[in-house]
C-alpha cells in the first residue's frame, strides 16, 4: 500500500462547480515544486465526475514513479487526456485537443501523449491508427499499469493496456487532489455499470459493476476531514446499488455506507451521485432524513417521461414508478432538492412522448436538469436495433423546448427561497468579486453573500438569508445561526 505525501500537490485554486464537469469542461492541474520530481506530467480530464476522481488517483500513481503535476504543456514531458465517450461532441472535443498537441510535440519530440479513459476503451488500439501522435492507450482499469507502459512508449513503442477488470476499485491508493478548493471532494465508492441502458456507452467503458471495500472508502473521508475537507461526494454510476460483501459475510449496503460517512462528523457534508430511479430505497431516503449532514439533494435523473420510451432505454421503470418515487421522497424530505437529466429526441420519440417528458419534469419540479439530445454511440443497444430517425432539427427544437421549462423551474425554484435562511458552506470567493463568498446549501444551490468585515473562511458553515435570486444562484446576506 502506497503513502501519498499530503503536500505532493497543495493546491488552493477555485474549485469548477462540479456540475460544470459534467459539460464536458476540462481543467488541468497546477504546477508543484518542479524540483521535487525527476519529470513531469500534464493531465485534462474530460466528461464525469468520476474521469475527474480517476484523474486524481492517475496523479496519485505517477507521482510515486517521479512524475510531478505541472499545468504548463509546454513543460510536460508526459501529456495525457482522460477522456470520455458518453456523445459523440464529447470525442470531436478530445480529437480537437489531440490535434492541438501535435503542435506542441513537433517542437518537442520527445513528449509522450497518452488517452485514458472511456474513450481508450472504446477505441482501443484503433486509436493508435487513427491518432498518429497518441504513444500510449489505457482504459479506466489499467492505471496501475501506467508507469510501466510510460516505459514502455519511451522506447518509442505504441504502448496499450485496455483490459476491464472485475475487482479493480483502486481502493488502495490516496487520490491526490487535483484543482482542489480544499473543501469539498469526490470520493467513488464504486466502478462500472451493471444496467443496460440501451443509449449507454458506459458499461462498454467502465465494465462491470464492483463496489469499493467501504472501509477503505470512510478512511479516506475521514483523511479528508481531517485535512479540513467539508464535504464529500460519494460517486458512482448507480450509488444505490452499492453492495460490499465482507468475508466474514457482513453486507454493506448504500444506505449502511452512508450513515457510516455521515458519523465521522457532523461537521463533514455528504452528498452522493448518481441514484438511479429503479434502485433508490426508502431506507435510503430515511437514512438522509435522519443525519442533517447528509445533504437533501438527490440527481435522479428521468431521461425520458414515456413510458414507451423509457421501455426501449431500457430503464426499468415507467413514468408512473418515476413520479411515485419523485412523491415519496417529497414526502420524507420536504426540502429535499432533485435534479435530472434528460435525453431529446430518442430513436421513434414522438410529439406525444416529448409532451410527456415536459409534463413530467412539472410534476417533478426540478431545480436542476443536465439536458442533452440523443446521440447515437457504436456498439450500444439502440445502435444495433433502433433507428435513430428523429431529425436533428427536430431534437434541437424540443431540447429547446425542455431546457426552457428547466429555466423558468429553476427560476420559480430559486423564488420558492427568497426570504428563507439556509445554512450555507463556504467554498470560496464568488466568481464576480473577491469581496463576496460563494457556498451552497443543502439542497446544493449556489449561494452568494457579501463577505462584510466578518471572520470567516472557506470550510466554515454560516447562516444567510435570501433576499434576491437569479436562476441558477441565490443572493443573500450572513444572519446570526
Ligand atoms: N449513470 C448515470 C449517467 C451517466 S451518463 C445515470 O444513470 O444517471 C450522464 C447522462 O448522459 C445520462 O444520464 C444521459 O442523460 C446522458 N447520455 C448518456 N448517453 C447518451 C447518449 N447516447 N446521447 C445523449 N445523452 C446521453
Ligand atoms: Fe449508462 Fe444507464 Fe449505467 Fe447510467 S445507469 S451509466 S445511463 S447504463
Ligand atoms: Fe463519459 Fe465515461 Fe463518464 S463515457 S460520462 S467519462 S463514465
Request: aromatic share 8%.
Given at each position: 500500500?502506497?503513502?501519498?505525501p499530503t503536500?505532493?500537490?497543495?493546491?488552493?485554486?477555485?474549485?469548477?462547480?462540479?456540475?460544470?464537469?459534467?459539460?464536458?469542461e476540462?481543467?488541468?492541474?497546477f504546477?508543484?515544486?518542479p524540483?521535487?520530481?525527476?519529470?513531469?506530467?500534464y493531465?485534462?480530464?474530460y466528461?464525469?465526475?468520476?474521469?475527474?476522481?480517476?484523474?486524481?488517483?492517475?496523479?496519485?500513481?505517477?507521482?510515486?514513479?517521479?512524475?510531478?503535476?505541472?499545468?504548463?504543456?509546454?513543460?510536460?514531458?508526459?501529456?495525457?487526456?482522460?477522456?470520455?465517450?458518453?456523445?459523440?461532441?464529447?470525442?470531436?472535443?478530445?480529437?480537437?485537443?489531440?490535434?492541438?498537441?501535435?503542435?506542441?510535440?513537433?517542437?518537442?519530440?520527445?513528449?509522450?501523449v497518452?488517452?485514458?479513459?472511456?474513450?481508450?476503451?472504446?477505441?482501443?488500439?484503433?486509436?493508435?491508427?487513427?491518432?498518429?501522435?497518441?504513444?500510449?492507450?489505457?482504459?479506466?482499469?489499467?492505471?496501475?499499469?501506467?508507469?510501466?507502459?510510460?516505459?514502455?512508449?519511451?522506447t518509442?513503442?505504441?504502448?496499450?493496456?485496455?483490459?476491464?477488470s472485475?475487482?479493480?476499485?483502486?481502493?488502495?491508493?490516496?487520490?491526490?487532489?487535483?484543482?482542489?478548493?480544499?473543501?469539498?471532494?469526490?470520493?467513488?465508492?464504486?466502478?462500472?455499470?451493471?444496467?443496460?441502458?440501451?443509449?449507454?456507452?458506459?458499461?462498454?467503458?467502465?465494465?462491470?459493476?464492483?463496489?469499493?471495500?467501504?472501509?477503505?472508502?470512510?478512511?479516506?473521508?475521514?483523511?479528508?476531514?481531517?485535512?479540513?475537507?467539508?464535504?464529500?461526494?460519494?460517486?458512482?454510476?448507480?450509488v444505490?446499488?452499492?453492495?460490499?460483501?465482507?468475508?466474514?459475510?457482513?453486507?454493506?449496503?448504500?444506505?449502511?455506507?452512508?450513515?457510516?460517512?455521515?458519523l465521522?462528523?457532523?461537521?463533514?457534508?455528504?452528498?452522493?451521485?448518481?441514484?438511479?430511479?429503479?434502485?433508490?430505497?426508502?431506507?435510503?431516503?430515511?437514512?438522509?432524513?435522519?443525519?442533517?449532514?447528509?445533504?437533501?439533494?438527490?440527481?435522479?435523473?428521468?431521461?425520458?417521461?414515456?413510458t414507451?420510451?423509457?421501455?426501449?432505454?431500457?430503464?426499468?421503470?415507467?413514468?408512473?414508478?418515476?413520479?411515485?418515487?419523485?412523491?415519496?421522497?417529497?414526502?420524507?424530505?420536504?426540502?429535499?432538492?432533485?435534479?435530472?437529466?434528460?435525453?431529446?429526441?430518442f430513436?421513434?420519440?414522438?410529439?406525444?412522448?416529448?409532451?410527456?417528458?415536459?409534463?413530467?419534469?412539472?410534476?417533478?419540479?426540478?431545480?436542476?436538469?443536465?439536458?442533452?439530445?440523443?446521440?447515437?454511440?457504436?456498439?450500444?443497444?439502440?445502435?444495433?436495433?433502433?433507428?435513430?430517425?428523429?431529425?436533428?432539427?427536430?431534437?434541437?427544437?424540443?431540447?429547446?423546448?425542455?431546457?426552457?421549462l428547466?429555466?423558468?423551474?429553476?427560476?420559480?425554484?430559486?423564488?420558492?427561497?427568497?426570504?428563507k435562511?439556509?445554512?450555507?458552506?463556504?467554498?470560496?470567493?464568488?466568481?464576480?468579486?473577491?469581496?463576496?463568498?460563494?457556498?451552497?446549501?443543502?439542497?446544493n444551490?449556489?449561494?452568494?453573500?457579501p463577505?462584510?468585515?466578518?471572520?470567516?473562511?472557506?470550510?466554515?458553515?454560516?447562516w444567510?438569508?435570501?433576499?434576491?435570486?437569479?436562476?441558477?444562484?441565490?443572493?443573500?446576506?450572513?444572519?446570526?445561526?
Amino acid at each position: 500500500m502506497h503513502e501519498i505525501p499530503t503536500n505532493a500537490l497543495d493546491v488552493q485554486h477555485a474549485l469548477k462547480a462540479h456540475d460544470e464537469s459534467r459539460q464536458g469542461e476540462a481543467y488541468a492541474p497546477f504546477a508543484l515544486d518542479p524540483n521535487q520530481y525527476r519529470k513531469h506530467f500534464y493531465i485534462e480530464s474530460y466528461g464525469c465526475q468520476m474521469n475527474f476522481s480517476d484523474s486524481e488517483i492517475v496523479a496519485s500513481i505517477l507521482n510515486q514513479h517521479g512524475f510531478g503535476a505541472t499545468r504548463n504543456l509546454e513543460e510536460a514531458d508526459l501529456v495525457l487526456l482522460n477522456t470520455c465517450s458518453i456523445r459523440e461532441k464529447a470525442e470531436q472535443t478530445v480529437r480537437k485537443r489531440l490535434s492541438e498537441f501535435r503542435k506542441v510535440k513537433e517542437k518537442k519530440p520527445g513528449m509522450l501523449v497518452g488517452v485514458l479513459g472511456c474513450m481508450a476503451e472504446r477505441l482501443k488500439s484503433k486509436l493508435l491508427e487513427e491518432e498518429k501522435l497518441v504513444d500510449m492507450v489505457v482504459g479506466p482499469d489499467a492505471y496501475r499499469t501506467l508507469p510501466g507502459l510510460v516505459e514502455e512508449a519511451e522506447t518509442g513503442q505504441k504502448a496499450v493496456n485496455v483490459m476491464l477488470s472485475r475487482d479493480e476499485t483502486y481502493a488502495d491508493i490516496s487520490p491526490v487532489r487535483l484543482d482542489s478548493n480544499g473543501v469539498t471532494a469526490f470520493v467513488s465508492i464504486m466502478r462500472g455499470c451493471n444496467n443496460m441502458c440501451s443509449f449507454c456507452v458506459v458499461p462498454f467503458t467502465r465494465g462491470r459493476e464492483r463496489s469499493r471495500d467501504d472501509v477503505s472508502i470512510v478512511a479516506e473521508c475521514q483523511d479528508l476531514y481531517n485535512r479540513g475537507f467539508r464535504e464529500v461526494t460519494l460517486l458512482g454510476q448507480n450509488v444505490d446499488s452499492y453492495y460490499f460483501v465482507h468475508e466474514d459475510g457482513r453486507i454493506v449496503n448504500f444506505a449502511g455506507l452512508l450513515e457510516k460517512v455521515a458519523l465521522i462528523s457532523p461537521l463533514l457534508r455528504v452528498r452522493f451521485s448518481t441514484s438511479h430511479p429503479k434502485d433508490i430505497t426508502d431506507e435510503v431516503l430515511h437514512t438522509m432524513a435522519r443525519y442533517e449532514n447528509i445533504c437533501r439533494y438527490i440527481h435522479l435523473p428521468v431521461q425520458s417521461g414515456s413510458t414507451r420510451v423509457l421501455q426501449l432505454m431500457n430503464r426499468t421503470y415507467t413514468r408512473e414508478w418515476y413520479m411515485a418515487r419523485v412523491d415519496r421522497i417529497r414526502e420524507i424530505m420536504p426540502d429535499c432538492g432533485i435534479s435530472s437529466d434528460i435525453i431529446a429526441g430518442f430513436c421513434t420519440e414522438t410529439e406525444e412522448d416529448h409532451q410527456d417528458t415536459l409534463s413530467i419534469m412539472e410534476h417533478s419540479r426540478y431545480d436542476m436538469s443536465y439536458m442533452f439530445f440523443y446521440s447515437e454511440r457504436p456498439g450500444t443497444l439502440a445502435a444495433r436495433r433502433y433507428a435513430d430517425d428523429v431529425p436533428d432539427a427536430v431534437k434541437k427544437r424540443r431540447l429547446q423546448e425542455i431546457v426552457e421549462l428547466q429555466n423558468r423551474l429553476s427560476r420559480e425554484s430559486n423564488e420558492q427561497d427568497l426570504g428563507k435562511t439556509f445554512k450555507v458552506l463556504i467554498e470560496g470567493n464568488s466568481k464576480r468579486s473577491d469581496q463576496d463568498w460563494m457556498g451552497r446549501n443543502s439542497q446544493n444551490k449556489v449561494v452568494v453573500f457579501p463577505k462584510g468585515n466578518l471572520p470567516l473562511q472557506k470550510g466554515d458553515y454560516v447562516w444567510v438569508k435570501v433576499h434576491d435570486c437569479t436562476q441558477a444562484t441565490l443572493l443573500g446576506e450572513v444572519v446570526p445561526s
